[in-house]
């Protein structure tokens, strides 16, 4: 059995309504309507895909979300009556997968899921010849081959590869690696990139593995591209 969607929604009647459309599109849905509640169930228990509120009593969203994204890249998808750009900003800068302003038709959210699903589980599933990520056990392998990584070295390859193409800012990857809120310079990332580099070249020259999977971009910061 796949693990349920989790709707952190403090508004009774719009979380009653999320679930019976989610019940309804056949996923198993968790509902809570707290905050700290949700950061308790959360340390116990891992979903499929979060829908999160931003306003919420006692944690609110964005809390609950850089919690989240220090540990996990478990989807999310951001609910909330906000509508200012620079919220939609900070919402997705924070590692949100998708951001929805109420009023929202509940099929669109249905269509959002689907599609947030597609992504990020999809390009987790890769084939027998492509770079296989294992989450639980922190282990890279390429053809069966082994490529010991850091935990960090890990943290950062594992943020890019489910989103393969994706520019993620130095801040953004600092989020992933870093769970105690440290204050480092963004500076730092640089030296962990080049360090993952040169393991993975290491392994992938050697198997005809020409392009540079972890690409820079001038200006904006790094990107995975995929083995074909």
């Known amino acids: 059995?796949?693990?349920?969607?989790?709707?952190?929604?403090?508004?009774?009647?719009?979380?009653?309504l999320l679930k019976d459309y989610c019940v309804q599109s056949g996923f198993d849905v968790e509902v809570i309507n707290n905050g700290r509640e949700a950061q308790e169930w959360l340390q116990h228990n891992q979903p499929r895909l979060i829908l999160l509120d931003l306003m919420l009593p006692d944690v609110d969203g964005i809390t609950i979300c850089k919690d989240v994204r220090r540990n996990s890249d478990i989807p999310i998808i951001m609910i909330t009556a906000k509508v200012e750009e620079i919220d939609r900003l900070i919402g997705l800068e924070l590692g949100a997968d998708d951001y929805i302003c109420k009023p929202f038709s509940p099929r669109e959210v249905i269509a959002r899921i689907k599609t947030v699903l597609r992504r990020t589980e999809n390009t987790l599933q890769k084939g027998e010849d492509a770079l296989l990520l294992d989450d639980k056990s922190h282990s890279v392998s390429y053809k069966q081959i082994q490529i010991e990584l850091t935990t960090i070295e890990f943290k950062l390859l594992h943020a890019m590869y489910k989103h393969p193409g994706q520019i993620f800012s130095r801040d953004q990857l600092l989020t992933h690696i870093y769970s105690d809120n440290r204050v480092v310079n963004d500076r730092t990332v640089d030296s962990h990139i080049k360090k993952l580099r040169n393991k993975l070249s290491e392994k992938l020259e050697n198997m005809d593995v020409e392009s540079e999977i972890i690409q820079s971009v001038y200006g904006a910061g790094y990107r995975y591209q995929q083995i074909k």
Do not use: F, T, V, Y
């Open 1 to 16: 059995m796949q693990s349920p969607l989790l709707i952190i929604e403090d508004e009774i009647k719009i979380a009653g």
